[in-house]
Nanobody, 128 residues
Framework: QVQLVESGGGLVQAGGSLRLSCAAS??????????MGWFRQAPGKEREFVAA???????LYTDSVKGRFAISRDNAKNTVYLQMNSLKPEDTAVYYC????????????????????WGQGTQVTVSS
């Protein structure tokens, strides 16, 4: 079993920045072996992929956040981060982190079905 706890959400004006954190824990969970992803879900919309980072720190982003968001990981702290800059009102959503189900995947995954553990989410609200 893996527990994921997100933090760092909040209310920010358009153009501002936030840094989300996701701390992972689990008795037999080897954080460094797995890709981690960030997803978001806005009211009335489907959950969507935002960014992912694999065990070797290769990254993948959805087009709408490229150049504005940066995903990173600290294996010593079992934590993945999402630095969000130049925020827009359309970035408003609940942000979730997740752990991919396969170890040592070469390319980070963007499909929800490839992730098997999820955090409870953290609200990000961007005002115009």
């Amino acid at each position: 079993q893996v527990q994921l706890v997100e933090s760092g959400g909040g209310l920010v004006q358009a153009g501002g920045s936030l840094r989300l954190s996701c701390a992972a824990s689990g008795r037999t969970f080897t954080f460094s072996s797995y890709a981690m992803g960030w997803f978001r879900q806005a009211p009335g919309k489907e959950r969507e992929f935002v960014a992912a980072i694999n065990w070797n720190s290769n990254t993948l982003y959805t087009d709408s956040v490229k150049g504005r968001f940066a995903i990173s990981r600290d294996n010593a702290k079992n934590t993945v981060y999402l630095q969000m800059n130049s925020l827009k009102p359309e970035d408003t959503a609940v942000y979730y982190c997740a752990t991919e189900s396969t170890r040592y995947r070469t390319v980070p995954a963007a499909l929800i079905g490839q992730y098997n553990y999820w955090g409870q989410g953290t609200q990000v609200t961007v005002s115009s």
